[in-house]
């Protein structure tokens, strides 16, 4: 089991910027790639970002490439989501999951866990 607990959430004004975390434990972190997704009210739950195991290769949704950087700390078994630029759309709650795989698939069935979630709200 690998249980996740994001934090980093809250309300911002757009252009803002803000970093969440994804902290990790249970089993070994490195051994599974992380992802960041987010569910907007009234909407499905959709792919952010993701992070292979190393860290050496990442991949983003469109609509956050060139905003947002997903970037991981092994030794901290941390995950990381710097949200710079925020747009009013991008109200969601954030979540982290970690996936068996070395690199992480932007599809929710590529996730065995998942943590809890964390509101961020940007205001125009």
């Known amino acids: 089991q690998v249980q996740l607990v994001e934090s980093g959430g809250g309300l911002v004004q757009a252009g803002d910027s803000l970093r969440l975390s994804c902290a990790a434990s249970g089993r070994t972190f490195s051994n599974y790639a992380m992802g960041w997704f987010r569910q907007a009210p009234g909407k499905e739950r959709e792919f952010v970002a993701t992070i292979s195991r190393s860290g050496g290769n990442t991949n983003y949704a469109d609509s956050v490439k060139g905003r947002f950087t997903i970037s991981r700390d092994n030794a901290k078994n941390t995950a990381y989501l710097q949200m710079n630029t925020l747009k009013r759309e991008d109200t969601a709650v954030y979540y982290c999951?970690?996936?068996?795989?070395?690199?992480?698939?932007?599809?929710?069935?590529?996730?065995?866990?998942w943590g809890q979630g964390t509101q961020v709200t940007v205001s125009s």
């Open positions: 999951a970690a996936s068996p795989s070395y690199f992480g698939l932007p599809y929710e069935g590529n996730y065995d866990y």
